[in-house]
T-cell receptor
């Protein structure tokens, strides 16, 4: 069964600090992995997408890494800001005979405080 | 571009009532999707469409219906609302099939409560 597990479930950090969010998956056959940011009361917004051959991708202060061998990904946030407070969702795509199948993680709720 | 828009933002229904959640995109995307997001759970695909006139079931289609008469619009219909349909509903669109290299754009969501 395809699964995506994220940790921690929630995290509180001080403004200016760095943090790393984890995503482990059992999706196969693997196609790509995405990280989304979802602000409270809003829809998810894409941050990064990585295919099998990519092991790192950056988007400003967000850097995602992928280890396809261990089926793990991380999202590193540098110099956090109050506006980074949101849920971060890992989404893994499997290539199936019927097309692509997306499996969504439950998200890590990040709160950045002064 | 407005992107993906959804109406209404909030709605309270009584058990057995029906309603239509509206979704419109102005990016000329062929592919559109409906998801539901329950507390503590990942998004689940309800229905999707690969173009006008073509729709297909996702993981959790029971209790819902969709239609796609135009490229822009993809309404989701609840015929007999049940408390289990209390959720936040997101509409999304992509230029090509989701899961490829294209970005999936999400609407702001509709928060539905069935009492």
């Amino acid at each position: 069964k395809n699964q995506v597990e994220q940790s921690p479930q929630s995290l509180i950090i001080l403004e200016g600090k760095n943090c790393t969010l984890q995503c482990n998956y059992t999706v196969s056959p693997f196609s790509n992995l995405r990280w989304y940011k979802q602000d409270t009361g809003r829809g998810p917004v894409s941050l990064t997408i990585m295919t099998f051959s990519e092991n790192t991708k950056s988007n400003g202060r967000y850097t995602a890494t992928l280890d396809a061998d261990t089926k793990q990904s991380s999202l590193h946030i540098t110099a956090s800001q109050l506006s980074d407070s949101a849920s971060y969702i890992c989404v893994v795509t499997a290539l199936t005979g019927g097309g692509n199948k997306l499996t969504f993680g439950t998200g890590t709720q990040l709160k950045v405080e002064l | 571009n407005a992107g993906v828009t959804q109406t209404p933002k909030f709605r309270i229904l009584k058990i057995g009532q029906s309603m239509t959640l509206q979704c419109t995109q102005d990016m000329n995307h062929n592919y559109m999707y409906w998801y539901r997001q329950d507390p503590g759970m990942g998004l689940k695909l309800i229905y999707y469409s690969v173009g006008a006139g073509i729709t297909d079931k996702g993981e959790v289609p029971n209790g819902y219906n969709v239609s796609r008469s135009t490229t822009e619009d993809f309404p989701l219909r609840l015929e007999l609302a049940a408390p289990s349909q209390t959720s936040v509903y997101f509409c999304a669109s992509t230029r090509s099939l989701a899961g490829g290299s294209d970005t999936q754009y999400f609407g702001p969501g509709t928060r539905l409560t069935v009492l």
